[in-house]
């Protein structure tokens, strides 16, 4: 087995090994399979089922006089109100209850089953202050406000506020003024605490934030929606990070922090805080419903005076995860969106996505966009792909040569035989690596959209030819799964097709078909990637089908050009130039290492 046929077989078996290790089961995914288990059989039992803590909490029988006495007395009774607040981009419906978000519609989007998108469900979000007064255990969660007026409405650049006070006494209160402009996914919230501090012990010099929020369900793919959903925050020195997409994961942050967002594959709630998040404690949760993503939390203090009414002024955002919104909002938004880490994400970020959204800006159908920008790459490329064939042609024509010096030198003096293909090589002014290297350099941009397309928030719900969502995989075969996958991705089989008769054309233009060690390893890399892309979104696979279409082409065009003949007789004629013999510094330590581990061998073998 000569030297390329092992690195060929060693590459091979470690894509095998590293698709194996991506596609076995997370731990989470296994605690999933677990809760499901002892769910079905509570139900088998007869056993009710564990109540939501956040929708379904009992309300106990309470005593109204008993309930007055207490601070904030009275704001422990009263039914809840709603308020709306709405804009050209979404519906923000504030509660009485906490003076909290209760739920926000992203307008002009929908959910994968068609029902109204929400960023923030009915029910399922709380957020307010954690405090002490006059001995009580205070949650501004459970407390009534009064709201200070009705729904608004706003649109273009006008903007409106809303109050909402929490009182203890006419000189003591808490207020929240939430504002909402025309043409925004931002919400601001201005919180003033008036003589909350004479209620507080002296030494208090924090207020405790409480965050928590259940995401429910909002793409076909929920496995996908899950793996690419977690907190996302940033510290006061511009570091941006992000809790465990995969698993469970909690962490507490010493760093102060200026914002923190709760990421759902394709959309955002973000609060910014102009003080300081100090002593954040984020937590994130995986949950076996199938309806129910993930569930969040965030706890925080802030700085409280105990000498004088505080002020906080917060910024909440509900919105997508589109890149160029999030971009024009600031604060490094952006990072939320995963776009590859090294050169991955400069590609991304520098080359592809300023190349989409110039196409973006044409109207085009994001099928066609997706075409040309492969266009545009591939012609980026193309002298690379030229140089790289070109080289793999050298190699070709060389071949009958590295024959010969096979059949002088036999097996069993591998040195020697390295040697005199060097020797060969050197002569004839060929790069062994010339046909890799090139490959090599354009590995980066085909990795690069391999973050680029899952994350892409403009082909969410946008259809093409039979795809009804470029955002997630087409199925139109599905069937009970079977080793966890339950369909065929149509767009994935002509993409494995395409790159295995590109396979096929390689091998039989570069005469490694006819090594029965090389013929089929070519094979495998393409039937292995088809199941590991079978459930990636159809505008991935749809560009690599593109890719591998073009790339066929284009060495089928180059093959048409290239003369064997023509370049054998430049190598010949190269192998009678002086400097040919000549050898570099490089190639004649070379030598003499391989002559000193020759001599070891032998040296042991007596």
């Not at 309806?291 to 009414?309: C, E, N, R, T």
């Not at 971009?327 to 520098?350: Q, R, T, Y």
């Not at 293909?421 to 690596?433: F, H």
Request: charged letters at 20%; one cysteine or more; aromatic letters at 12%.
């Amino acid at each position: 087995m000569d030297r390329n046929t092992l690195i060929g077989l060693v590459l091979i078996f470690g894509i095998l090994a590293g698709s194996f290790y991506l596609m076995k089961p997370t731990e989470q995914e296994l605690k999933q399979e677990q809760r499901l288990q002892d769910s079905l059989k509570r139900v088998r039992e007869g056993l009710p089922p564990i109540a939501d803590t956040l929708s379904t909490n009992s309300q106990p029988t309470i005593d109204t006089a008993e309930i007055s006495n207490k601070p904030f007395g009275n704001a422990r009774l009263g039914d809840e109100q709603i308020v709306t607040l709405e804009n050209e981009l979404i519906i923000a419906k504030i509660s009485s209850k906490g003076g909290q978000v209760r739920s926000v519609q992203l307008k002009n989007e929908t959910n994968y089953d068609g029902k109204p998108l929400m960023v923030i469900d009915e029910g399922q979000n709380q957020f307010g202050f954690v405090f002490k007064a006059n001995g009580e255990n205070i949650n501004t969660s459970d407390l009534n406000f009064t709201p200070q007026s009705g729904d608004i409405s706003v649109t273009g650049e006008s903007a409106q506020s809303i109050g909402f006070r929490l009182n203890y006494s006419e000189t003591q209160y808490l207020e929240y003024t939430y504002t909402i402009k025309g043409n925004d996914y931002n919400v601001a919230l201005d919180v003033k605490a008036v003589g909350i501090q004479n209620l507080m012990d002296v030494k208090t010099s924090s207020i405790g934030l409480n965050w928590e929020t259940t995401l429910l369900r909002k793409e076909r793919n929920a496995k996908s929606e899950r793996e690419r959903s977690t907190i996302f925050y940033k510290d006061l020195a511009g570091n941006v990070d992000n809790l465990s997409e995969t698993s469970d994961d909690k962490e507490q942050i010493e760093d102060k922090l200026s914002w923190v967002a709760f990421k759902q594959h394709f959309f955002s709630a973000a609060v910014t805080s102009s003080q300081p998040l100090n002593n954040s404690a984020l937590s994130v949760a995986f949950d076996s419903d199938d309806g129910i993503i993930k569930h969040y939390k965030a706890v925080a203090d802030l700085d409280f005076s105990a000498q004088k009414d505080n002020h906080y002024t917060f910024n909440f955002f509900f919105g997508p995860n589109q890149y160029k919104v999030l971009k024009a909002h600031g604060d490094d938004f952006e990072k939320i969106v995963k776009m590859g880490w090294g050169p991955m994400g400069w590609i991304n970020k520098f080359i592809t996505v300023p190349i989409f959204d110039v196409l973006d800006g044409l109207h085009l159908g994001y099928g066609i966009i997706i075409l040309i920008l492969t266009l545009i790459l591939k012609g980026v490329l193309f002298p690379l792909t030229y140089k790289s064939y070109k080289s793999m042609a050298k190699m070709r024509v060389l071949k009958p040569q590295i024959d010969e010096i096979k059949e002088k030198v036999g097996d069993d003096n591998p040195m020697l035989l390295q040697q005199e293909t060097m020797k060969l090589y050197k002569q004839a002014g060929v790069n062994p690596l010339g046909g890799c290297l090139p490959l090599l350099l354009q590995m980066p941009f085909t990795l690069a959209f391999f973050f680029f397309f899952p994350n892409l928030f403009e082909l969410r719900g946008e259809s093409f030819l039979w795809v009804k969502d470029l955002s997630t995989y087409d199925a139109p075969i599905t069937f009970s799964p079977i080793f966890g996958i339950g369909h065929i991705s149509f767009m994935c089989v002509l993409m494995t097709l395409t790159t295995l008769l590109t396979t096929w054309y390689n091998n039989a233009t570069s005469g490694a078909a006819a090594n029965n060690q090389m013929k089929y390893i070519g094979y495998f890399m393409p039937l292995i990637f088809f199941f590991v892309l079978n459930s990636f979104p159809a505008g991935l696979n749809y560009y690599y089908f593109l890719s591998a279409v073009l790339t066929f082409l284009t060495q089928f065009i180059i093959r048409q050009f290239i003369d064997d003949d023509k370049i054998l007789a430049k190598i010949e004629e190269h192998k009678k130039n002086p400097k040919a013999a000549k050898k570099s510094s490089f190639q004649q330590k070379m030598e003499e290492m391989m002559r000193q581990q020759q001599a070891q061998q032998q040296n042991k073998k007596k």
